[in-house]
């Protein structure tokens, strides 16, 4: 195996005392047993000590012990002060265009989840709200476009998908700063563990805790951290109006994935770096999008903003490879969609996480039908090197 010692030394994330609050959150809170975990609380109703008084919780969608735990985890992992979990992703990304109103423009990055981009262009339809797209990784143009148009909220995803392009978090937050544009980052591709937009000059951040912050994909959810308590509360009275809180069980589960996420990260992270090295050595590979190689458009961006570059790659395979038959060789990477988890993925986005995009759109988006998204777990690295050599031979 080549050994890529000077790309493989683990970058200065720093994590050590976040790790140790990750790690400990919400641990011996628990009064009337002494558990140390914290107890998963089910009851969907609280009784309230003597008529006309109540105690701290009432009714479960309102508030619940266990997702007011999770909430503290997550809001402490970004560093913000307020925070609402949700039932998945999208309902956190739902919660906080909800809180626009009709003439609302949103100035978005083009290269969006295909999710958020069917949200946007729908309620861009029915007049809820207005949307304009730009390409957020060229700052003068996004400062141009914040300058001119003076958008309630900027939303932006970085690392994108799935050909991770790099946004300049810090430029954007400038420029929404002086525009007063509030600014959303979407850090589910990284997790807290390898950016902090709050630090970095953005107002909220959103997950989906589906991916690396749950990490074991076997549960769906969201959350969304923000800085302003104005702000928090609107999207916390939302999200007890509409219902999009996250369940007790899922809160759980999701709090026993994240004690671990700095501990996964470091593997996906290692994994991710010397395989994208490694394709891009291969003569089937025409490319390798990783924001780790020297030669990846936001590379440097990434490195000054980022902790480190992540699980995901993505690959343009030769002509000549044939992508199904590689895709079926594969033993260590499951086709299917989503990422973050423990296990490795391989997907193909042209037909699968893109495919409510027409031909003219990949090819804007510069996704081509040999494009493959990898999501790289934590199994031994020399077994999905390994893996993905006798895929390619064959
Ligand atoms: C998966 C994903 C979402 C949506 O999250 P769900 O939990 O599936 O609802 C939003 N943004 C990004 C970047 C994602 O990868």
Redesign the pocket.
Known sequence: MTNFATTLDLPTTNAGPRTTTLVRSGLNDDTQYNAVIPPLHLSATYRFPSFGTKGQYDYARSGNPTRDALIEMLVGLESGTHGVATC????A?HLLFQTLKPNDLVLASSDL?G??HRLLERLGQDSRLRVLYIDTTDSTKTAAAIEEHQPQLVYV?TPS?PLLKITDIQAVAEHCNKAKSLLAV?N??LSPSGQQPLLLGADVV?H????YINGHSDV???AVVCKDAGLGENLAWWANCLGLSASPFDAHQTMRGARTLFARSNVHAHNAMHLAHWLDDQSACSRVYYPGLPNHAGHDIAQAQQLHFGGILSVEFAPDVDIAGLTSRLRCFTLAE??GGVESLVAHPASMTHAAMDFEQHKQAGISDRLLRFSVGIEALDCLQADLQQALND
Do not use: C, V
Request: no cysteine.
């Open positions: 998945s992703g999208m309902a990304i989840y999710g958020t995803e998908n979407d589910t591709f959103l989906s805790t589906t991916k769906i959810g969201g989503s990422l």
